[in-house]
């Protein structure tokens, strides 16, 4: 926001330098980020009025010219200058005027003539880099006019970086309120004179949707001038503010936008054909735009309509066919309230910005429209002329503003200050708050121009900010430092990281928003969860799986040339858009690319497969078991992917990638991926001490050949679920199909180890356990033992 400190000051003025006034606003919040001048130093430099032009003598590219400079005897000055003309008003440089640049004006002779000064074009005073001809003055100016206060040339520009909850500062006016209010200066806000209707001219209005427009002031001013000049006060405040002056009329539109905060629209009303209507885009419905683009609109648009054709993008743009022409002499002119969140994220997906949508999509004062184009009318009428029609003002249901409780003892609290109840009421009313009291505390009813303004804690900074933070002492604050609780059953994120960071992996940090075709690719039957306000057209949902963050992190290392990648990351997934950890969990995923070991003399080069992941993972969740069972998910191959269980507790996935991403992310071969319940897989078993047996220990083998569907983990399940207490481990260490077994059966051999702490088992014993073992197999899994 660049604006005229003189502008500013004609609404609050407080009794301090340009410096102090910048350090102000910065301490407000404000933050200015530049403070220029208008045009750099130089002295003597006074407005002239040509009276004569002749030629040079000596030179056919030189005149000379008389000019009176308001002194009684005109001056001879020597002028290269084209456009140099009897009757003009030019700058003029005295002898002993100081330019910029460090140039000074002397009595001179320019090929035997003598010129007693020189004529200035706007380069040569460092106003622009025009340096065609002589700079013309407004002809209203008498000779010998001090050249910069004529012009006011010693102003400054005031940029502000504005944060997006300060919408309100996007206004001369908003900016002195809080000049205001940080100063103790007068607020001298414009008071627009209302226009008396001169005509019955109205134009019928229709809003389909109020929630989107809750507001909606009008007005029809009929027998303009379109040809009539912008006055040139108001072409240097838009000119100084940033915005080119265009015609009258649209010229007083974008002033009273700057002056109050509220964008105005003009139209036409010769081309609206029937009612103006407010509604959303239909579909196959086109618009071409001010700025030459044509739109293929889409049903989420909100659009000013006529009976026939689209006007143009509600709060963000007018179309060509209802603009300002020369030929315009009936205006209809509309000031509304659009809701923020009809115009969020419009302008970034359209490729486009204007000054209109970026202060609405951040909030405008939903009372300011009757005021603004009260205001736009008066200057209208003024500089073009015309006849204004009444003014209509359709409300809908306007944003609430629910007052919020602040309690004097929370702030003191919040602020680590001694401030009392008058202190803040104090502060309250040079905000401009409404507010009651009630004992200790208040009830503050926020403005209708403060959309940040919602908590406790926000009126809170509010007090501080006034008080000034330079006022706030900088005292250590006491504060006892307490350990939390960190149980050895649940050793925290930090260690599962670290323990696959010892595994050869490495961590990355990736967007929680996502592309929503690559959610769709991963998973066409789900529905993401969309951004209102995305950052970026590929942001635009919130992921539901960490897998997107990590294809994409690939595509890019790949893309650099890396042959091996092995990356993990830990964070939320959305599921669903409520704020419950049971439906935005934090998982651990990971995905393994390329070879399976660091290169290296001892071992050949393999590609990584499911079972080396699978082995980092059992170590991940060591001393705890970790097991698999066939599973199928939409983003793994079909036939290579399974669901993990932790203790046997669901815990997540594991696969390799299906085949049909790995094209449509152009991969070599499918990467390794899975992920995990970090609520689950952070648990660790407390460590319980055992006596250490001196019995010998008894192992038996049990080979067994089952049919080949069935899966070797619900063999070991089984068994483990029948152990005795002296068998310590039950593993499966071969299986095997092929020739010598019947088809579609396979052999799986067990390893049973036995030991007793007390006592040395008996064969009996540990016959009848691996009996037991056998007849269960046989029973459950027409298992055959084999010999």
Not at 212 to 231: H, K, L, M, Q
Not at 370 to 392: H, I, K, S, Y
Request: charged letters at 25%; proline letters at 8%; one cysteine or more.
């Amino acid at each position: 926001m660049r604006f005229s400190e003189h502008w500013l000051r004609t609404m609050a003025d407080p009794e301090v330098d340009t410096a102090s006034l910048c350090d102000t606003l910065t301490m407000a919040g404000l933050e200015v980020e530049e403070c220029a001048s208008v045009a750099p130093p130089f002295t003597n430099v006074v407005a002239g009025r040509i009276d004569k032009v002749v030629p040079h003598p000596g030179a056919d590219r030189l005149r000379v010219c008389t000019v009176d400079v308001g002194e009684g005897t005109p001056l001879s000055i020597v002028c290269g200058a084209p456009n140099a003309a009897a009757g003009m008003l030019v700058p003029c440089a005295r002898v002993g005027a100081v330019l910029p640049g460090d140039v000074t004006i002397r009595q001179a002779a320019v090929r035997g003539v003598a010129s007693a000064g020189m004529l200035c074009s706007a380069r040569e005073l460092g106003l622009s880099d025009d340096a065609s001809g002589l700079l013309a003055l407004p002809g209203d100016l008498a000779p010998g006019t001090d050249l910069r206060r004529a012009l006011d040339l010693d102003d400054n520009l005031i940029t502000l970086k504005l944060t997006p909850n300060r919408a309100d500062c996007l206004s001369i006016l908003g900016i002195a309120r809080e000049v205001a209010a940080m100063t103790g200066a007068p607020l001298r806000p414009p008071v627009a004179v209302p226009v008396p209707a001169a005509s019955g001219a109205v134009h019928r209005v229709r809003v389909e949707d109020a929630g989107a427009c809750p507001r909606f002031a009008s007005r029809v001013i009929e027998g303009v001038d379109p040809s009539a000049p912008t006055p040139d006060w108001m072409k240097t405040r838009l000119e100084r503010s940033g915005i080119r002056a265009i015609s009258a009329i649209v010229d007083v539109t974008n002033y009273v936008m700057l002056e109050l905060g509220q964008p105005l629209h003009a139209y036409d009303r010769a081309l609206l054909e029937g009612d103006v209507v407010v509604r959303f885009a239909r579909p196959q419905e086109k618009l071409l735009l001010l700025n030459g683009e044509t739109l293929d609109l889409e049903r989420d648009l909100l659009m000013v309509c006529d009976e026939k054709k689209p006007l143009g993008l509600a709060g963000i743009m007018g179309g060509e066919y209802s603009g300002i022409a020369a030929t315009t002499r009936d205006v209809f002119l509309e000031g509304a309230f659009w809701s923020p969140a009809v115009i969020q994220g419009k302008m970034r997906r359209l490729g486009f910005a204007s000054d209109a949508g970026h202060r609405f999509e951040r909030g405008v004062d939903f009372e300011l429209p009757p005021a603004a184009v009260e205001r736009a009318t008066e200057l209208m009428v003024e500089v073009c002329g015309g006849r204004a029609g009444p003014l209509q003002d359709l409300v809908g249901p306007l944003p609430a503003r629910e007052p919020v409780r602040v309690r004097a003892s929370r702030v003191r609290r919040l602020l680590g200050i001694e401030l009392g109840t008058e202190a803040i009421a104090a502060i309250f009313t040079r905000l401009g708050f409404a507010f009651a009291r009630d004992g200790d505390a208040f009830v503050v009813t926020p403005p209708s121009y403060r959309f940040d303004l919602a908590l406790e804690e926000d009126f809170a900074e509010e007090i501080a900010r006034t008080h000034g933070y330079d006022n706030i002492p900088a005292a250590p604050a006491q504060h006892a430092s307490t350990m939390l609780p960190l149980p050895e059953a649940r050793p925290g994120l930090s260690a599962t990281r670290a323990r696959l960071v010892a595994r050869d992996w490495q961590e990355v940090v990736t967007f929680g928003f996502v592309d929503e075709a690559l959610e769709r690719a991963l998973d066409p039957s789900g529905t993401p969860i969309r951004v209102l306000n995305p950052i970026a057209a590929q942001m635009s949902v919130m992921r539901r799986t960490l897998l997107p963050g990590l294809l994409e992190t690939l595509s890019t290392n790949l893309k650099r040339r890396a042959s091996r990648v092995r990356i993990f990351e830990s964070g939320r997934v959305f599921r669903e858009a409520r704020a419950d950890p049971a439906v935005q969990p934090l998982r651990i995923g990971g995905l393994a690319f390329g070879d399976a070991l660091p290169v290296q003399w001892g071992e050949a080069s393999r590609t990584v497969d499911l079972f080396d992941v699978k082995g980092d993972l059992e170590a991940l969740v060591a001393p705890r078991r970790l097991t698999t069972e066939r599973e199928g998910y939409p983003w793994l191959h079909p036939g290579r992917s399974a669901r993990v269980r932790v203790d046997g507790e669901d815990a997540g996935w594991l696969g390799e990638l299906h085949p049909r991403l790995a094209r449509q992310f152009e991969l070599p071969r499918p990467p390794i991926v899975f992920e995990l319940d970090l609520a689950i897989v952070g648990r660790r078993p407390v460590p319980i001490a055992t006596p250490v047996s001196r019995q010998p220990v008894v192992r038996r083998d049990i080979a067994i050949v089952v049919d080949q569907a069935v899966p070797a983990q619900a063999v070991l399940d089984a068994l483990e679920a029948a152990q005795p207490p002296h068998v310590e481990t039950i593993r499966l260490f071969d299986a095997y199909h092929g020739a010598g077994l019947p088809s579609g059966r396979k052999s799986v051999a067990i390893l049973v180890l036995m030991q007793d702490t007390a006592r040395t088992l008996t064969d009996a014993e540990i016959d009848a356990t691996v009996g037991g073992f056998v007849a269960l197999l046989e029973q459950r899994f027409d298992a055959v033992l084999r010999t």
